[in-house]
């Protein structure tokens, strides 16, 4: 079965500079999400999106943008990067069921971002 | 790959043993919970789930147990194998809200 696609799957940066991370959902999953997991951490939520808008924000800092696109790829850019950015990002998909039952997320390998 | 949860709560646990992990969540108005295993190097994978309505689930080789007066989630794991080692996390989320807010990580160790 299709999964969750991530790319990169390792991404190096130095300080100050920008990085743009890539996920394909699920085919025929319209809501994706991206969570921040740093060393030793539980994932924390970032950003979601439901049929191409902004559905929740969560701590995300000003510096990153996202926005999902009409084949419901979505794309994580991350300016002005800091040491503390290092991570493993994670993007997650799930259909949404109308009667408004809970829908697994299935999530990603990851993406292994390290700020130099 | 690298690992995740350097200095997170360990559980060493005997081949074909049973382990317990153990949760405590923090919104009384979660209303669905799940459990998420992570192997080194990958994304958090679906073990199982429990809606607040319940307080007792089972799934292969798992249950888990919703205690909802102290906000405590547990895990358990049956007969025990060494592909069960990996960090377990328990997520929650509230009703309508899709994002999940996930709990610390506990790294289970399967011991041959």
């Known amino acids: 079965a299709a999964g969750v696609i991530q790319s990169p799957r390792h991404l190096i940066k130095e300080k100050r500079e920008t990085a743009t991370l890539k996920c394909y959902p699920i085919?025929?999953?319209?809501?994706v999400y991206w969570y921040q997991q740093g060393p030793g951490q539980d994932p924390q939520f970032l950003i979601s999106f439901y049929e191409k808008m902004q559905s929740d924000k969560g701590s995300i800092p000003d510096r990153f943008s996202a926005q999902q696109f009409s084949d419901y790829h979505s794309e994580l850019n991350m300016s002005s990067l800091e040491l503390g950015d290092s991570a493993l990002y994670f993007c997650?998909?799930?259909?949404?069921?109308?009667?408004?039952?809970?829908?697994?997320?299935?999530f990603g390998p990851g993406t292994r971002l390290t700020v130099l | 790959g690298e690992s995740v949860g350097l200095h997170l709560p360990t559980l060493s646990v005997q081949e074909g043993d049973n382990s317990i992990i153990n949760c405590a969540y923090s919104n009384s108005a979660s209303d669905y919970f799940i459990w998420y295993k992570q192997e080194s190097g990958k994304g958090p994978q679906f073990i199982i789930d429990i809606r607040s309505n319940m307080d007792k689930r089972q799934g292969q080789r798992v249950t888990v147990l919703l205690n909802k007066t102290v906000k405590h989630l547990s895990l358990q794991i049956a007969a025990t194998q060494p592909g069960d080692s990996a960090v377990y996390f328990c997520?929650?989320?509230?009703?309508?809200?899709?994002?999940?807010?996930f709990g610390t990580g506990t790294r289970l160790t399967i011991i041959p």
């Open positions: 997520a929650e989320r509230g009703f309508g809200n899709e994002k999940l807010t």
């Open positions: 085919p025929r999953h319209d809501t």
């Open positions: 997650a998909s799930s259909s949404t069921s109308p009667s408004g039952a809970y829908n697994e997320q299935f």
